[in-house]
């Protein structure tokens, strides 16, 4: 059964940057895409970065340039680094993991707060 734990994030002001890590057990050497969602009130998630096995890496535009998403495939770890941090930053990050393009799984997200 694939597992995952998240850790990092809290709270921060303006401009400054956080780390969000998450570990996926279960996987095997099962290929995976991994990456992070965040979640506001009253709005559905949505793909802030994620990582294939190969390298290739998505942004949302809103972020790129300012975090940067990494993974470790031997350790089936995802990292996402967050800098210079914005109040519409703000949200509950999820870490997403997508085996073998078909089965799906979701961390139990971890509050980011970014003060003015």
């Known amino acids: 059964q694939v597992q995952l734990v998240e850790s990092g994030g809290g709270l921060v002001q303006t401009g400054g940057s956080l780390r969000l890590s998450c570990a996926a057990s279960?996987?095997?050497?099962?290929?995976?895409?991994m990456g992070w969602y965040r979640q506001v009130p009253g709005k559905q998630r949505a793909l802030v970065a994620r990582?294939?096995?190969?390298?290739?890496?998505f942004y949302d535009p809103s972020v790129k340039g300012r975090f940067t998403v990494s993974r470790d495939n031997a350790q089936n770890t995802v990292d996402l680094q967050m800098n210079n941090l914005k109040p519409e930053d703000s949200g509950v990050y999820y870490c997403?993991?997508?085996?073998?393009?078909?089965?799906?799984?979701w961390g139990q997200g971890t509050q980011v707060t970014v003060g003015q």
């Open positions: 997403n993991v997508v085996v073998s393009g078909v089965w799906e799984y």
């Open positions: 279960g996987i095997g050497n099962r290929i995976a895409v």
């Open positions: 990582a294939t096995a190969g390298g290739n890496i």
